[in-house]
């Protein structure tokens, strides 16, 4: 059972399941959608969902085991982003986009095609957007930002020590 973001609800059976054990990194089953609540729950706007195994696929697991699930929607092209670049507004998903003048933000809105653990791949950006990747939920239109460009490895090394 997993719980799911409510942006993702429309286009849910879309997404290709599957699941994998957190100690194998190379193992992966495909999951089917069994059951999918009609109500989100209020605190969290996200919605049950249950999924099966395909046959016999999870009979290498142990009884009780966590397992990570991987959504993604194979056919569609992307940009992956860190999780923390998403703002979602009442209706949709997006990003905070500088314009070309590298101070203004634009709002972009985004479909996501697929969540990791701390990325998300989403269509509709181009590779060659400058995208706000942090404090990105407290932006709006109307500022002006000074952006910093780190590189991913950079961004890395913060987050090992706690900075980012």
Not at 120 to 147: F, Y
Not at 153 to 160: A, F
């Amino acid at each position: 059972m997993v719980d799911l973001p409510e942006e993702i609800m429309t286009h849910v059976t879309e997404f290709k399941a599957e699941a994998q054990p957190w100690d194998n990194k190379e193992d992966s089953v495909p999951l089917r959608l069994r059951e999918l609540s009609p109500i989100a729950a209020l605190p969290s706007r996200t919605y049950k969902a249950r999924y099966v195994a395909e046959q016999g696929g999870l009979n290498r697991s142990p009884l009780g085991s966590t397992l990570k699930l991987r959504l993604s929607r194979p056919s569609e092209a992307g940009v992956t982003l860190p999780l923390g670049a998403i703002v979602k507004t009442a209706d949709e998903a997006g990003v905070w986009v500088l314009k070309r003048d590298g101070k203004h933000p634009i709002f972009v809105k985004v479909t996501i095609l697929s969540y990791g653990a701390t990325t998300v791949r989403v269509s509709g950006l181009s590779e060659k957007m400058r995208i706000v990747t942090v404090g990105a939920q407290k932006i709006d239109g109307s500022m002006n930002v000074i952006p910093i460009e780190r590189s991913v490895e950079t961004m890395d090394e913060l987050s090992k020590r706690g900075r980012v």
